[in-house]
């Protein structure tokens, strides 16, 4: 189904069905409907959303990038893309509830995650606001665990909103296994670890509550209250005299603006130059694929860029009607996703000799620069191709861009999977080092006519 229709409606038959059924059809928060051959999704967040915008500058392009921890079907990210707001939404795997997989049926950003005692995959100051509606943070030990790593991935300047327990803990919470009677201690447990964060509480509104990350620690440092460590020996999250990393711009301007690690030469060895070069040749680049894909019709809408770089791919397919996760393969020396979330894009950190955090069939698109020559010495062709003939969903499409001699190995494997595919010159022409395979699997495969 294209977008924007997928975003209301998933064929029923897509979804894990039938330990779905009787989790997914009933309730809150997400109450999904069946009608025939249908799953018909929610839009009840409207009002709970614009109660926020009174809370949360969420107009003007100051918050570009959310994270949703314990997102159930994505409702609240697909609300927020109205405010201009791209969101990751976060949710566990279970058998009962296979939330990620019907928000990325709806075309929605999503992956298998959950807040815990590790750390998520994604880099230090990188949502503008971390939002979490009863996912239910216990009031236990970890707690200060949990806190650090919501600080460790705010931006300096960033929102973190709780809604329901122990917010407003007067208010009944019927569907939830708490009493009110411990609620109270619940949050002034979790007031004195804000407090010890240095965060200072902007709004709290009926079960909403709002709390704002410091630009910097001076005023925490004046008063001694800066929490160094804890008896997990996790640090908080230094920030800098002045605005950590430096300023972001505000969106859409984020997107083409030099990011912060590169202007402050954070990150070593990447000049100013060579990203704007990049920038430029990921345009030429998108445009020359147009050639092969029809991008603009909304039959794309889930993207992945297997090897994304300083997320040129994702910057030039924003005039499109997709979303891009972008991946940086954790083997390599250059860290480059802190640069892709401050370009106001959103990404995660991936192995491709191990499986990807998702469910089969859930990307249009994938896109591999790269990365067969990288993994050539590791788990090789097969592994990846087999991972990506997983992720890939039905009549997707998938370009590879590499050397002349792996992207002839990668055919002989597209082949073997029953993938439609063509090896075609790059943008430059014959001359140039680099051959890419395209694969449009709406188009019969040769040996099987539909």
Same mark, same amino acid.
């Given at each position: ?310 997320? @040129?791919? !994702? %910057?030039?397919?924003?005039?499109? *009607?997709?979303? =891009?996760?972008? #991946?940086?393969? +954790? ?63 039905? @009549?997707? !499409? %998938?370009?590879?861009?590499?050397? *002349?001699?792996? =992207?002839?190995? #990668?055919?002989? +494997? ?37």
């Amino acid at each position: 189904m294209a977008w924007p229709a997928r975003r209301d409606r998933a064929w029923y038959a897509n979804v894990e069905l039938p330990p779905l059924a009787p989790a997914k059809l009933a309730g809150p928060p997400d109450p999904v409907r069946a009608r025939g051959d249908w799953l018909v999704f929610p839009k009840g967040v409207g009002t709970y959303v614009e109660q926020l915008a009174g809370m949360v500058p969420l107009r003007g392009g100051e918050v570009r990038t959310a994270l949703d921890v314990g997102c159930g079907v994505a409702s609240f990210g697909d609300y927020l893309l109205n405010y201009g707001i791209l969101t990751m939404s976060i949710d566990r795997r279970n058998r009962h509830k296979a939330q990620v997989q019907l928000a990325l049926e709806r075309g929605l950003p999503a992956m298998i995650g959950a807040l815990g005692v590790r750390r998520l995959p994604y880099p230090t100051r990188s949502f503008d606001m971390v939002h979490c509606a009863g996912c239910l943070i216990p009031g236990n030990s970890h707690d200060e665990l949990y806190m650090l790593e919501i600080d460790r991935l705010l931006r300096p300047g960033g929102y973190w909103v709780l809604a329901m327990p122990p917010i407003s803990w007067k208010t009944q919470y019927d569907d939830l296994n708490r009493t009110a009677k411990g609620m109270p201690g619940e949050q002034l447990a979790l007031e004195e670890i804000v407090k010890k964060l240095c965060w200072s509480k902007v709004s709290e509104n009926g079960t909403i509550a709002v709390w704002r990350k410091p630009i910097n620690h001076i005023q925490c440092e004046q008063d001694a209250k800066l929490l160094r460590y804890v008896n997990t020996s996790m640090c908080l999250t230094r920030l800098p005299r002045d605005i950590a990393g430096g300023a972001v711009e505000k969106w859409p301007e984020r997107l083409t603006a030099i990011p912060p690690r590169i202007a402050s030469g954070e990150t070593k060895g990447m000049p100013i130059q060579t990203y704007k070069l990049d920038s430029l040749d990921w345009k030429k680049r998108v445009d020359f694929y147009r050639t092969y894909l029809n991008l603009s019709d909304g039959s794309y809408r889930n993207v992945m860029d297997m090897n994304a770089g300083f997320g @040129g791919f !994702a %910057a030039a397919m924003s005039e499109y *009607p997709v979303w =891009v996760m972008n #991946v940086v393969p +954790a083997n390599l020396t250059d860290n480059t996703l802190g640069i892709i979330y401050e370009r106001g894009l959103i990404g995660t950190y991936m192995d491709w000799c191990e499986s990807f955090s998702t469910y089969p069939r859930t990307y249009d698109v994938l896109h591999a620069n790269g990365v067969f020559s990288l993994y050539m010495d590791t788990c090789g062709i097969p592994y990846i191709m087999l991972e990506m003939d997983r992720i890939l969903r039905p @009549g997707g !499409a %998938a370009i590879i861009r590499d050397v *002349p001699d792996v =992207v002839h190995k #990668v055919k002989d +494997a597209a082949d073997r999977l029953h993938w439609h595919s063509e090896i075609v010159d790059t943008e430059n022409g014959g001359l140039d080092p680099e051959k890419l395979l395209i694969v449009d699997n709406s188009l019969p495969f040769p040996d099987h006519p539909a």
